[in-house]
């Protein structure tokens, strides 16, 4: 009977003979020698959690795939994690394969609208929408898009419908349009200072001013966007 080291051997190679690799192949992924490779597959060696973690990465398999414990939950994250590497290796050969102008636009997820709950980061790679911007607009890993719905910033020419992005690695100026927390809602205003200190504003009368005490930004806006035809 094998051991749990040699199941894991055993199960490592037919992956890499299904997905027709060479040990060479699967040595570079790991950034180790061939011979490291035969020595996992021959149950000689135990991987270190950190390898079998990039093995099972690179197979879409789970860990405990490699132990013979896969659970039917443990292969429905496997195969979620494989389809999204998979989707982003097809979005950027898409941007590559396009004219020279989509390799300097990045897509932006859209993951909610202001006013509104409170945007939840955690989902922003399993957004249904994405809005292209210019890469030198906006920082990459603070970036995301939100709806606006209501008035309260027609003043400024952002209409309910519209789509803003949002950088939140940004420190607001006088004069910026931001997104802020209030309770557990999100807010579209405008960052103002005073004798009193900074506060936000809407750019519509009917609205009342925010004191920052009462409210935390967590981005600034630095480019709206409507559709005049939907």
């Known amino acids: 009977m094998e051991t ?30 061939r011979a490291t490779i035969y020595h996992y597959e021959k149950g000689r060696v135990l991987p270190s959690f950190f390898d079998l973690e990039k093995i099972a990465d690179h197979y879409g398999v789970s860990i405990t795939y490699f132990l013979g414990r ?3 939950e ?3 994250i496997a ?27 990045i897509a932006v997820p859209l993951i909610g609208t202001v006013p509104g709950g409170y945007p939840d980061f955690r989902d922003q790679e399993e957004a249904e929408e994405f809005y292209p911007i210019r890469r030198a607009a906006i920082h990459p890993e603070g970036a995301y898009c939100l ?3 209501g008035n309260s910033m027609i003043g400024q020419g952002i209409f309910d419908g519209d789509v ?10 006088d004069g910026d349009v931001v997104i802020a927390r209030k309770g557990d809602e999100a807010v579209i205003r405008i960052h103002r200072q005073d004798e009193n200190g900074p506060y936000l504003e809407a750019a519509n009368k009917g609205y009342k001013k925010l004191r920052l005490k009462e409210a935390e930004i967590i981005g600034v806006v630095v480019e709206s966007r409507r559709e005049h035809r939907r």
């Open 70 to 72: 896969e659970t039917e």
């Open 79 to 105: 195969q979620y994690k494989r389809l999204r590497s998979e989707l982003e290796r097809l979005r950027q050969a898409v941007v590559e394969l396009g004219p020279d102008y989509m390799r300097h636009m």
């Open 4 to 33: 749990d080291q040699e199941l894991l051997g055993t199960r490592l190679r037919r992956l890499r003979d299904l997905h027709g690799e060479s040990a060479e192949d699967l040595s570079r992924v790991l950034g180790c020698s």
């Open 74 to 76: 443990d292969r429905k």
């Open 164 to 173: 803003v992005f949002v950088d939140k690695t940004l420190k607001p100026d």
């Open 147 to 149: 709806q606006v719905t």
